[in-house]
């Protein structure tokens, strides 16, 4: 018998993603989408690319959503929403996959990097970080993960093997990681207008961008070390997508390019969703997949490391990652119902 899945903010674009790929899960039969101001809408009005998957299916509000019975419900809500409704989530469901901020953090590190108190700091404790490709066995462990954000989950996986193995030195890292403006939300703003975005790139949040606390808490778990990263996340005219292009120093001598791909490749290699390539990644090579493409290079000249990585930002940068939790909470093989073939041309 299918897990019965609920997804709370199944209207936005994390949501319509999940509920995209859930339709194709052979284990997985979606019975509750929420939404707030879209609640009452048929998910197919909303989204006609859904209609045939789901002709039934209507948004219904948190207060009324029948979530008794659920086996695993998807938390898609802006940052700040979910701690509000997770006490009685918890007290209901056995397992949450949050996709958004509030669990990620330390309580401490939270307020620092959101310049809020966490208003539920006594749940934090049960969710795992949910980047199974470094955190798999805590994950296997907990009832509950809270899904790292779309540049996290690029920039740390995209770094990870230098740092697992004291290649480059742990501060001074820089990534500049670009994204397509589905990365941002449906929600209405200016900055999301077609006429703000096309033909135009723009750095964003300089110094101080929130997502840059989950990836040096990533990598400094990987290393073993405290890692410091300067991230300048950019917006670029395209709808779905993540670039990052990382720096590093070597602290190691005769390092080459091959040496550093046969390192990667070696480290990926049982992991189902990630492609070391030998010529650089294109976002569109993970369109709608739940992959993540990678390539490294020495450069003698000027002694550095780069790496590159991308992603679609919905996919292995959300839905994808979330439903991926999923399957190893709910003890099924972790890439049961994930797309792995992008969407070419
Ligand atoms: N977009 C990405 O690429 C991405 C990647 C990784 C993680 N995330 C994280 O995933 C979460 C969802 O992101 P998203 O891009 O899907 O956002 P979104 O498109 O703005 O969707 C937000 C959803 O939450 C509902 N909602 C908004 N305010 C609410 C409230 N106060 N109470 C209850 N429901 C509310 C919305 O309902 P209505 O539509 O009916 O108003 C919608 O269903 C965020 O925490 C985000 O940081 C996003």
Redesign the pocket.
Known sequence: MAYRIGVI???????VELLRILHAHPEAEVSIA??????GAKVGELYPSLQAAYPHLA?TS?ENAELEGLDLVFV????G?SQSIMTSLLATVPHVVD???DFRLPPALYKEWYGEEHTAPELQGGFAFGLPEVFRSSIKGSAHVA?P??YPTVSSLTLAPLLANGLVAPEGILVDAMSGV??????AKVTSLFSEVDGTIAAYGLLSHRHTAEIELVLSHVAGAPVSVLFTPHLVPMVRGIHATAHARPIQSGLSTEALLALYREYYADEPFVVVTDAPPTTKACLGANTLHITVRYDERTDSVLALGVID??VK??SGQAIQNANILLGIPEATGLPITGLMP
Do not use: E, M, Q
């Open positions: 903010g199944g209207s936005g674009y994390t949501g929420t939404a707030d101001s879209n609640a948004f948190i898609a809500l802006p940052h929403a996709l958004g901020a899904s954000g779309c589905s990365g941002a939300g449906r929600s930002n919905l940068g959300a």
